[in-house]
């Protein structure tokens, strides 16, 4: 089993930052790529950035050129840096991790999920 813990969420005003991050503890040695995603109100989860265990990554097109993926093996830990927010990237954003290799697209290519933290991006 992976449990992972997401944290950095809160409010934000329009054109601020925030950097999310999630711990990876279990047997991670089975984890081998990693994805941030997003669910506001009324709208299906999205996939908002993934990494792979070697460290190539995909972006969502709605945030290419402000978000960026990372991921630090040797703390467990992958971050999702946000800059430029915009009231529309508010959501509850979910770290999810996967054992098959390739970038998965959809949730169900995940296997473990974290229990998500808020982002609200208002003035």
């Known amino acids: 089993q992976v449990q992972l813990v997401e944290s950095g969420g809160g409010l934000v005003q329009p054109g601020g930052s925030l950097r999310l991050s999630c711990a990876a503890s279990?047997?991670?040695?089975?984890?081998?790529?990693m994805g941030w995603y997003r669910q506001a109100p009324g709208k299906e989860r999205e996939l908002v950035a993934g990494i792979t265990s070697g460290g190539s990554t995909d972006y969502a097109d709605s945030v290419k050129g402000r978000f960026t993926i990372s991921r630090d093996n040797a703390k467990d830990t992958v971050y999702l840096q946000m800059n430029s927010l915009k009231p529309e990237d508010t959501a509850v954003y979910y770290c999810?991790?996967?054992?098959?290799?390739?970038?998965?697209?959809?949730?169900?290519?995940?296997?473990?999920w974290g229990q998500g933290t808020q982002v609200t991006v208002s003035s």
């Open positions: 999810a991790a996967r054992t098959d290799y390739g970038l998965g697209k959809e949730p169900y290519e995940y296997n473990y």
């Open positions: 279990g047997i991670i040695f089975s984890i081998n790529n």
